[in-house]
């Protein structure tokens, strides 16, 4: 299964980014504090989508039987939050922790991520007739600037 090589993929960068071979590639205390920003806006939007989606939490891109289409909340301005908390964590961290081989794999969990919803939306529309629409008004990563 594709959901299953995605997750296996996700959680094999998520270890390679606990391991930092490399240190102090760039610095600066402003990064510093850049980055401790980031990855505690992270942790605050991962709080406000794992409240959003209780009992549909998973790890897996396709919506589990009982899943309803939730656009309230965070949801209301960003189709994928949990993406986007681990994008803000991971990217914040490696600033902080100036690592550039974090921010190697942030990258690839960038693309991993914009790949890995793609295949989600194309359930997700299979799924729920409002999506399409719900797709116009929401931000896939961030919220939308009008």
């Given at each position: 299964?594709?959901?299953y090589l995605?997750?296996?993929v996700?959680?094999l ?7 930092n ?13 850049i980055g401790l ?25 396709s919506?589990r039987?009982?899943?309803v ?12 939050p949990?993406?986007?908390s681990l ?5 914040g ?7 550039i ?14 790949i ?6 194309s ?8 999506y399409?629409?719900y797709?116009?008004?929401?931000g ?7």
């Open positions: 299964h594709k959901e995605l997750v296996m996700q959680f960068l998520f270890i390679l980014y606990l391991y071979p490399y240190k102090s590639a760039f610095s600066g205390d402003y990064l510093n504090d920003v980031a990855f505690v806006l992270g942790l605050v939007i991962m709080s406000m989508a794992i409240y959003g989606l209780r009992k549909s939490l998973s790890p897996f891109p919506p039987k009982n899943a289409l939730i656009q309230h909340g965070i949801f209301k301005y960003i189709r994928h949990i993406y986007t994008l803000l964590c991971t990217f961290w490696a600033l902080y922790s100036n690592s081989f974090r921010m190697i794999i942030f990258t690839a969990l960038a693309l991993l991520f914009q890995k919803s793609n295949f989600e939306e359930l997700l529309m299979n799924r729920f007739k409002d399409q629409q797709k116009k008004i929401t896939k990563f961030f919220p939308k600037i009008y």
